[in-house]
């Protein structure tokens, strides 16, 4: 494997894949270099939490629907915004796609605009440091906090949703736990709870102050105490960097390595950012059983799209309708054991969505004399034929810099590089194959073809 496919497989999983121009740095790059500017720190800058009325009991029965209009449209905005950051070449990929993993790791859902802002700002401040720090922060949010109903958690009547989730899918796993550290860890989090503003509030009359006993240590233990005792048990490493493993390494763990990995992690009192570097330096990352061999979930191939494309979304409409019909929107996992990924993202119903996915960016671009591709769209399944051609379902894209990386190259050459560009592994179809669907009317136009013919293959979905 040459230093530039292992670049490319990095930004595969450390990131959402290389633009144009990222590509053409990689030639003259190094590893190291390449690992360095992942790493690199930089001024971490949130997403602006929006301004929506929220919904009061006061609000006539009018008022309320309205209210939950704004609330819809502006969280639609949010996403558009967190893709848009996802695909920009100018944030730094390794946050963004550490911030996406523990998305879905603290799988939560929030109606509100901003306590779901406000969640996944504390996440990437957390992504890559401490995960004792990142679960604090959690535990003390204010989407979560409603979502597992720790508002509800008062001393008269523990509600154990929360304490649950935090064993069963935040830390240690089944198996490591019983039904008594539940309830007892329960009642650890009683008062922990949020006011109107999505703030932490820590109701003292609602806490119990009795003594706890959790993993058979009995004291007056609150929630600070109890997530300690669940990271004092090296099972929570394990737990947690096998996950880490299937989504960054390869879906078929390696149980020796998940167990050295998660070594080092508990030793280093779970350095995210360590634990990633370790990964990420390691031989066997790059190692061939490991290339290619992840199904991108949905924001990873529309992340990766719009990077190569330098697509522009002027509305959110086509990405808000993407990300439902292909089964991953963000803000709104199916459930707090958030999405299954790998074979679960693909499906009758979604695998010729996935494939013309490029295509469809393509036919709402504006072409030549600012008109449309129509024809292309016809092309397209009956869910992507809805989209009009107002505003609302525009995008701008440009091949420029791909076109202009290859000004010198010969057919053959246009098509390797294409190859070594887009995918993985090499396409089940030869040059010929791929060439029947190429327009030829000139040179850029060849370009364009061949590379969304590539991106349209099966191999295009592996990262």
């Not at 199904?295 to 808000?320: H, N, Q, V």
């Amino acid at each position: 494997m040459t230093t530039t496919q292992q670049i490319k497989h990095l930004y595969a999983r450390a990131g959402f894949g290389l633009s144009p121009d990222e590509w053409e740095s990689t030639k003259t790059a190094s590893l190291s270099d390449a690992l360095e500017r992942l790493f690199a720190p930089n001024q971490i800058q949130v997403l602006q939490a929006p301004q929506v009325t929220q919904i009061s009991r006061d609000m006539s029965g009018k008022q309320k629907k309205e209210a939950r209009i704004l609330q819809r449209k502006s969280l639609n905005k949010q996403k558009a915004a967190w893709i848009d950051r996802l695909a920009n070449p100018k944030e730094n990929a390794l946050l963004e796609r550490m911030s996406l993993f523990w998305h879905g790791h603290f799988a939560c859902i929030s109606r509100r605009p901003k306590l779901a802002v406000q969640q996944i700002n504390t996440i990437r401040q957390h992504a890559l440091g401490s995960f004792r720090h990142l679960l604090l922060a959690i535990a003390k949010d204010a989407a979560m906090i409603r979502f597992l109903n720790n508002q509800q958690n008062r001393k008269e009547s523990p509600n154990e949703n929360f304490a649950r989730e935090v064993l069963e899918l935040f830390t240690i796993g089944r198996g490591n736990y019983t039904e008594q550290d539940i309830k007892e860890a329960a009642r650890a989090f009683t008062g922990w709870s949020s006011n109107n503003q999505g703030e932490f509030v820590f109701r003292k009359w609602a806490h119990d102050e009795g003594e706890k006993t959790f993993f058979g240590k009995t004291g007056n233990w609150n929630g600070d105490d109890i997530i300690d005792l669940i990271l004092g048990r090296k099972e929570t490493a394990l737990f947690l960097t096998r996950k880490v493993y299937r989504y960054f390494v390869n879906p078929k763990v390696d149980e020796d390595r998940v167990y050295q990995l998660a070594k080092s992690f508990y030793q280093s009192n779970y350095n995210i950012g360590n634990l990633m570097r370790q990964i990420f330096e390691s031989e066997w990352f790059y190692a061939p059983e490991n290339v290619g061999v992840k199904i991108k979930s949905p924001i990873d191939l529309m992340a990766g799209i719009i990077r190569t494309l330098d697509a522009e979304f002027p509305a959110p409409a086509p990405l808000m309708r993407l990300q439902r019909l292909l089964g991953q929107e963000l803000f709104n996992p199916p459930n707090v054991a958030g999405w299954k990924g790998d074979q679960s993202w693909i499906d009758h119903a979604t695998l010729m969505m996935r494939l013309n996915m490029a295509n469809h960016f393509v036919s709402l671009s504006r072409k030549e004399q600012g008109k449309h591709r129509k024809e292309a769209v016809q092309e397209m399944m009956s869910e992507m034929q809805q989209e009009n051609f107002s505003e609302e379902g525009k995008v701008y894209i440009t091949f420029e810099p791909i076109v202009k990386a290859l000004a010198n190259k010969t057919a053959d050459e246009i098509f390797e590089e294409l190859i070594a560009y887009l995918l993985l592994a090499k396409p089940s179809l030869s040059r010929s194959e791929v060439e029947k669907f190429a327009l030829k009317n000139s040179r850029s136009q060849y370009i364009q073809s061949m590379m969304l013919r590539l991106m349209s293959l099966p191999e295009y979905q592996m990262c």
